[in-house]
Every structure is written in structure tokens, then in C-alpha cells.
């Protein structure tokens, strides 16, 4: 995902705490989504790709959260974990990483929006850019687990 498409700073404060919102919630909406979810072969395994996806860039997230704080640029790309392959399991390490990021960006006010670094994988970022790639990513993978459980009749 290139956050090249976004602008690098909100145009506001009000429009900055509704995607500082937004960002906080998927957690909570993806938790409600596999609550009461069966899911079994394809669907499970469909659903498991997609939560992996989201650990994978929220993992990205944190590295260039950190290199933004310290001003200093991203010279590698970050680790990727071994994950299993049970949904709820991908779910569970995504939803901390998440509250860890969200906690960095939130507690910071709105020093964050000077936050920019240079990274490998993305050129030059800013983290309003990166938490609105997040939130299209969320939105995405929402629907693709929504879509997944209900074609199962689990949804």
C-alpha cells in the first residue's frame, strides 16, 4: 500500500482525533466479528491470511512509529514473526500491537503530526499517512473476514 496517496498532515484536529478513533477500533470491531464465528478449512484458513496481513504492517507501524519519534530513518524492514495459523491467535497478536501503537500516537497529542521518517518499503512517511493506510487496510480486511464468514453462514 502506498501511503504516497495520502496527505502528509491532517487538515484538522477534529478530522486527526476521528482517524486517531478509528484506529483504535478495529480491535474491537474484528473481535466482534470472529466472537461467535465458526470457522473451519477454507474459511479458516481465508480469514487467518487476513488477520496475519494486519500483524504484518501493524508490525511495520511500530518500526516507523519509533523511527518517526526518534527522528531517525528506517534502514531496514522490520521482522516478520512466524504466526499460527489459528485466526484467533493472529487476531490476539494484532490487537497489541495495535494498543501499543495506538498508545504511542494518542498520548503524544498533536506533536505527532511533526512525526516523518524515510523507510525502505514506503519513501518518506508521516504518520498521519501511515495510520490512514492502516485504517483503509482495516476497512479492507473487515469486509474480506466479514465476507469470508458469511459466504461459510458464519457471519
Known amino acids: 500500500m502506498s501511503v504516497s496517496l495520502y496527505p502528509a498532515v491532517p487538515p484538522s484536529e477534529v478530522e486527526w482525533e476521528e482517524?486517531?478513533?478509528?484506529?483504535?477500533?478495529?480491535?474491537?470491531?474484528?473481535?466482534?466479528?470472529?466472537?461467535?464465528?465458526?470457522?473451519?478449512?477454507?474459511?479458516?484458513?481465508?480469514?487467518g491470511d487476513l488477520l496475519r496481513a494486519l500483524v504484518v504492517h501493524e508490525l511495520q507501524a511500530t518500526e516507523l512509529f519509533a523511527a518517526?519519534?526518534?527522528?531517525?530513518?528506517?534502514?531496514q524492514a522490520p521482522r516478520i514473526e512466524v504466526m499460527a495459523a489459528d485466526p484467533r491467535a493472529a487476531y490476539a497478536r494484532f490487537a497489541a500491537l495495535r494498543g501499543r501503537n495506538?498508545?504511542?500516537?494518542?498520548?503524544r497529542g498533536l506533536e505527532v503530526w511533526g512525526w516523518r521518517t524515510e523507510a525502505p518499503m514506503w519513501g518518506s512517511v508521516t504518520a498521519h499517512q501511515l495510520i490512514l493506510a492502516s485504517t483503509a487496510l482495516d476497512a479492507e480486511t473487515l469486509a474480506g473476514v466479514r465476507e469470508a464468514l458469511r459466504g461459510a453462514g458464519a457471519c
Open 19 to 47: 482517524l486517531l478513533v478509528r484506529y483504535e477500533l478495529t480491535p474491537r470491531a474484528l473481535r466482534a466479528v470472529l466472537d461467535d464465528a465458526e470457522m473451519d478449512g477454507g474459511v479458516r484458513e481465508r480469514v
Open 68 to 75: 518517526m519519534r526518534d527522528a531517525r530513518p528506517v534502514l
Open 102 to 107: 495506538f498508545a504511542a500516537v494518542q498520548r
